[in-house]
């Protein structure tokens, strides 16, 4: 059996959304841009999946929603175009993101510091929650963006957008956030939030790979990163990704008629799975499931260091990903978890499990019984677990 | 960057198929009791290296025969990844049947050589090397409660590269022997550096107390303060005869020139009715010392002056004190 709990990584592909990709590989592949009827043909779809895009997020017609190639991009471009715009010529020096923003964020952030901006951390609580005071206390009037992911990809703690942006907008600043992890996931309506930038990236909504989205409020200024064409209405250049766009818009559609499921019966399964988990002794979860997204479970495994238990569930045909940074690049701490003050052994004992509404309850009981054995298997090993003569176990 | 790292990939790919086994059915994983020890007419000896908050540890249990120091069983437990666990237990293996003295010369490379499919493909990705490492980290402690020592008895040097276990001391002696301005030639002399390369700069996958950057920046430091010392040291004490043309004063090398001049270029003017005189020296902004002279006597309006004879000066100057030396008759 096959069970995949890493969506925060990445999502299967809608279905219906990829039915639609289909006849813009080799039937309507013309250039969009092109004046002749090949170009010409694709515009019908175009029109209507910026129509859903827009309609999806309620955007409205004096707003912009650019399509660009991932949330990387979007985030990028955000934090480098508020540089060249307000802050390049120093009239203001400061941005605020939280401590656990993706790289995507803090990294342009870092770059831009070689440039004389200062960078500013939220920080959140064990819980991995965010208090909006500290950003209160954090800004000035030389802060020219505030940047605050809407829901963590590790811990799937969802911030309060809103109030954070209304407090950006008395202080005279900007505010962004990168969507990526909720879109599709909760309710989104930009004009409710009044947030003046929002990235989002397909593939986490069941969209291809490949494909992302900047929502700007009414057409604020953002100077482009890529030049040399028209695309976009001169913002983005790039041939257009026609099946990309198709595949975005059905997939991010069909996902918001799907949020009711996917708080009833995604969250069903999700707290089925996280019940189960927690009844194993030590086993702890990062933050309450009322702030959290419906689909995501960060568990600290005592005793069990992360990749050891990744690959155990691989070899039951598990996917789920891990906090602990030992099955990356690099052997350091996870800066998620030293953000929300996890001691260093929680950060080499997560374990990220992630649903979507392709989840069966088949899969969820398949993965309790063999994430179950592969705890017990590897506390057996384990040289900093042990079980004592009375049979409970304890920590070493 | 090359077209293979492009793309990346899952680290796993890279694991040989005996650390893949070894993940899934360690041979030596367990532990010996006192009571077994007992049983089997050995000593237990229990070590730990690591923890669970540095992300890798272990626990080696060794029974030892007392009359020999014969390791007879070796067994381990775990926290760590796959490759961790495919380490420790090889460790274990290597270990037993040898002496606790053996068993300390146990390195890293030895295990990982131990988990290759084949003698020419690593076992494990170099990020994966400091897995390896903790083998010898913890034979080292078990051999030290064996024998009763600290155990830094068996590492009285600073270790930089854990992967080819290359110590700070060993670092700067080749740096200095050697003249090395680069880390990639400390690593073409060492190894170090050549593996998991955490020890290069920070930043790497793992936080190490020594880097190779600092470590070469210091030296170079070093011996670059040495070397002015020893030319202020000289010139405190006058003697300065064995210092380069390059690092004398002005007046050093008025004096330095005056004497190769008196000793082998003058006696042949003279010869002819003819001298000279050093009217400056300066250094340009390329680093060529050029040396201002005039002619004297028969020398004065000789049309050699301009030609064989100045070559010959200049060349007598070059051989004897700088070949950075021009002369300029004027």
């Known amino acids: ?396 | 960057m090359a077209k293979h790292d492009l793309i990346g990939g899952s680290i796993w790919d890279e694991y040989s198929q005996k650390v893949q086994d070894l993940m899934n059915s360690p041979r030596n994983m367990g532990q010996i009791t006192e009571e077994e020890a007992k049983e089997r007419g050995g000593k237990l000896i229990v070590a730990d290296f690591g923890a669970e908050s540095c992300g890798d540890a272990v626990r080696l249990y060794w029974l030892v025969d007392e009359k020999t120091d014969i390791i007879m069983d070796a067994k381990f437990k775990s926290f760590g990844c796959g490759t961790a666990i495919a380490s420790s237990d090889t460790m274990a293996e290597l270990c037993i049947g040898k002496t606790v003295d053996e068993a300390v010369k146990i390195t890293n490379i030895d295990v990982e050589k131990a988990m290759r499919d084949d003698p020419d493909t690593p076992a494990v990705p170099p990020q994966k090397m400091h897995c390896s490492v903790m083998a010898y980290d913890v034979i080292k402690a078990a051999a030290a409660s064996y024998k009763g020592v600290d155990p830094d008895h068996f590492e009285d040097e600073i270790i930089v590269c854990e992967c080819a276990r290359i110590s700070l001391g060993t670092i700067r002696d080749v740096i200095r022997m050697n003249d090395l301005k680069t880390v990639e030639e400390i690593t073409q002399y060492t190894k170090a550096g050549a593996f998991c390369k955490s020890c290069i700069k920070p930043g790497g996958h793992e936080k190490r107390e020594y880097y190779l950057v600092d470590i070469l920046a210091e030296t170079r430091a070093q011996m670059e303060a040495e070397k002015l010392k020893a030319i202020a040291d000289a010139k405190i004490s006058g003697n300065d005869s064995d210092l380069a043309f390059e690092e004398l004063t002005v007046v050093g090398q008025l004096k330095a020139v005056e004497a190769v001049i008196d000793a082998e270029i003058r006696p042949m003017l003279m010869m002819d009715g003819g001298n000279m005189e050093i009217l400056d020296i300066k250094k340009n902004d390329k680093g060529i010392i050029d040396i201002y002279i005039r002619y004297l006597g028969a020398c004065s309006g000789c049309a050699s002056g301009a030609g064989g004879t100045l070559y010959a000066i200049e060349s007598v100057l070059q051989q004897n004190l700088s070949q950075n030396i021009r002369v300029l008759p004027i």
Request: some cysteine; glycine content about 6%; charged content about 25%.
């Open chain 1, 1 to 396: 059996m096959r069970v995949y709990l890493d969506n925060n990584a990445t999502t299967m592909v809608d279905p219906e959304a990829f039915e639609l990709m289909k006849p813009f590989y080799c039937e309507k592949y013309g250039n969009p841009n092109s004046l002749h009827r090949f170009g010409s043909e694709t515009h019908p779809a175009l029109r209507r999946a910026m129509n859903q895009l827009y309609t999806a997020l309620n955007a409205r017609d004096k707003d912009d929603i650019i399509v660009t190639s991932c949330a990387t991009e979007s985030n990028n471009w955000v934090i480098k175009g508020v540089f060249f715009d307000h802050m390049l010529n120093k009239e203001k020096d400061h941005i605020i993101i939280s401590s656990v923003e993706h790289p995507a964020t803090s990294a342009a952030c870092e770059f831009l510091k070689q440039f004389g901006i200062r960078v500013s951390h939220i920080p959140v609580d064990e819980n991995g929650l965010l208090n909006p005071d500290d950003l209160r206390k954090l800004i000035d009037d030389k802060t020219a963006l505030v940047s605050v992911m809407w829901a963590n990809n590790e811990t799937g703690t969802i911030f309060p957008i809103k109030e954070l942006a209304a407090i950006a907008h008395e202080n005279g600043a900007l505010f962004h956030t990168d969507a990526t992890q909720t879109v599709g996931k909760i309710k989104i309506d930009v004009q409710d939030v009044n947030v003046d930038f929002m990235s989002f990236s397909a593939h986490k909504f069941h969209g291809p790979k490949g494909i992302g989205g900047l929502y700007i409020k009414n057409s604020q200024p953002l100077t482009s990163l890529l030049h040399g064409g028209e695309h976009m209405g001169g913002r983005r250049s790039g041939t257009l990704d026609v099946a990309g766009i198709v595949g975005m818009a059905q997939a991010l559609e069909n996902s918001n008629k799907l949020i009711e499921f996917e708080n009833l019966h995604v969250r069903r399964l999700r707290d089925k799975l996280e019940d189960a988990l927690l009844e194993i002794p030590e086993i702890s979860v990062v933050g309450d499931r009322a702030h959290r997204l419906p689909n995501t479970i960060l568990a600290a495994v005592k005793g069990v260091e992360g990749e050891a238990m990744l690959w155990d569930l691989n070899q039951a045909g598990i996917a789920a990903s891990t906090g602990s940074a030992c099955a990356s690049e690099t052997l350091e701490s996870n800066p998620i978890m030293e953000a929300i003050g996890a001691d260093k052994e929680l950060a080499h004992t997560a374990l990220r499990l992630s649903l979507s509404r392709f989840t069966t309850e088949e899969e969820i009981d398949y993965a309790i019984v063999h994430i179950k054995k592969a705890v017990e298997r590897l506390r057996a090993i384990s040289s900093t677990f042990a079980y004592t003569p009375q049979g409970h176990i304890s920590g070493l």
